[in-house]
């Protein structure tokens, strides 16, 4: 059996290229007792991986150059010599950016039955799903009545903490890149949104969306972002801090914003998270979640790239905003 | 009865000056019933004040041009028509800035009787030594092993802060600007003190004298503090912020540090916390504070100028790191 794979081929500087990547063919040993042969789905690209392409102590281990990447994926098992993993399942795993793999099954769940797409189960009901879900529930406890701000908020985890956001009785106010972006947010109920790319001042716009200022700053992105939310943020407001995306293919320092003062004068807090460290309330999460999607109170939107010779392309669309929703790539 | 008295002439731009200071001299009316006469003993100057020179919103309300200053003051009795407040009696205030008043008592409290000297009321048992208890306490939350990082160690802040670190059990790492500050609190127990006008990278010589990393961190400074501080979190680290002395005097805006990202990586909590808002809480503190003061386990160190004259010098002085300990000024 051959696979299909993609290694690091040089570390990014700056914006990641197609060069950054080589596709591969390997051929895969004949199955031992204990261990079964998956075909993957799909396969995640997340902005987090960018980071595991520098090489530097992190909150997860770098890629190793020459060695095949890791991510996300869902599978099909297609055979087996194991007995929890019978032929015909669909497993969740790390084992992206390949088509098929040999496995023991460490690190692989047995998705459930559900009458969703099962790619969801590296978006809305996955990780992303889980980090907005986290960061409102978790560390800004975001309460009914307040307002939240929320940047990059089409993204995968963005279009999710919009629509928690209004299920918990916030009011929403949104960043996006795109005018179409901006639509879509409001066919889903988001009356703020500001297209950023656009205002002459986020700060103003901001302002302008929230004149009553920000309880809660769901920041995706840094930089611009967080100026304008400390600007707008009330007293007491609480910023979750997930990511700052606007920064990761920066080739030199990128200086903070000149605002940070607001920590004292308005008392705020601001705290970072990682999903992973919250993972034993994956099954609270996913039960509400569950339910929201088949009442269709959160819709899921995804944008799917086709072919693994595609993902590099879909991971670097991801900074390039080309994603409403979670981005992923059908391999099968 | 005249009072020596000083009012705000002009905003300061940048550092502030004497010319932004008027001394004037005022006629007291006579006491009527349910009032009383105070001479002031002593008063404080502190950084908080420089933004109550700006017009506009925070925390507290701005200073008004032409107006009296305030700020925190002791004082005595010396002519009453109150009965809760006796001739004799040492009441603290917020009437500093001026050598006499006359008050219906709103606002006052009367000192308890203390063999300290009572200025320490305006300062390790007042305002800065609260400040330093409720942001270890129930700010950062720091615990026995942990690794403190304080900056303006040797501030009236920062020199309590650096004691009740090791009361707690924590190893400290404290920063100031000067060699003689330094050896000040080397004397007092701190093993670890930087000097950071002379040291070339502030953040390797953190990681030199904590090369475990920082638990916590006590935020006094901002700017090059709060980055080498940033570098050198260990993951779940707390940063309390107190202030950000170094950009109350800027002119236009200084951009942040450029390694806000460690707040994700390192999972950081940072929070913004005014003391006053805490007041509940001064009883435990005057308590455990007064206990320590006694025992010699907390040394109140103050840097004392004389003369109501003086007060403007005493100020601009805090931005020029003139004071060890608690900045003061003895006005009779």
């Known amino acids: 059996m051959q696979t299909q794979q993609i290694t690091l081929n040089s570390r990014p500087e700056g914006m990641p290229t197609t060069d950054n990547f080589s596709l591969d063919n390997a051929l895969l040993p004949p199955l031992k007792q204990g261990e079964f042969l998956v075909k993957n789905l799909w396969m995640s690209v997340d902005p987090y991986m960018r980071g595991r392409m520098i090489d530097r ?5 770098p890629f190793v150059l020459g060695e095949v990447l890791e991510g996300g994926a869902i599978g099909e098992i297609i055979e087996s ?54 960061g409102l529930n978790r560390i800004a406890e975001l309460k009914a009545g307040e307002t939240l701000f929320v940047s990059a908020a089409s ?5 999710v903490v919009c629509q928690l956001g209004l299920l918990m009785g916030a009011k929403v106010v949104a960043s996006v890149g795109s005018d179409e972006k901006a639509d879509a947010l409001r066919a889903m109920g988001i009356e703020q949104v500001i297209n950023y790319k656009t205002t002459d001042s986020l700060s103003a716009a901001l302002l302008a969306a929230a004149p009553d200022g920000i309880d809660v700053y769901f920041e995706n992105v840094g930089g611009e972002h967080l100026f304008a939310a400390l600007n707008n943020m009330n007293d007491h407001g609480r910023i979750a801090v997930c990511g700052m995306i606007s920064q990761y293919n920066d080739t030199a320092p990128t200086p903070g914003p000149s605002n940070l003062a607001n920590i004292v004068m308005k008392k705020l ?38 072919g693994i010779e595609q993902a590099p392309d879909a991971f670097i669309g991801l900074f390039e905003g080309k994603n409403r929703g979670k981005m992923v790539v059908k391999l099968a």
């Open 155 to 159: 993204g995968a985890v963005g279009s």
């Open 57 to 61: 102590k992190s909150y997860v281990k």
């Open 269 to 306: 807090k601001i705290e970072g998270f990682i999903v992973s460290e919250h993972w034993q309330h994956y099954g609270e999460f996913s039960q509400q979640m569950g339910n929201w999607l088949a009442n269709g109170q959160i819709k899921a939107e995804q944008t799917v790239y086709e």
């Open 81 to 134: 010599n194991h007995n929890d993993f019978p032929v015909g399942a669909k497993v969740s795993s790390m084992n992206g950016w390949r088509t098929h793999y040999i496995t023991d099954g460490s690190n692989h769940t047995v998705l459930p039955e559900t009458p969703l797409c099962e790619s969801h189960f590296l978006g809305v009901l996955g990780m992303p799903g889980m980090t907005a879900w986290t």
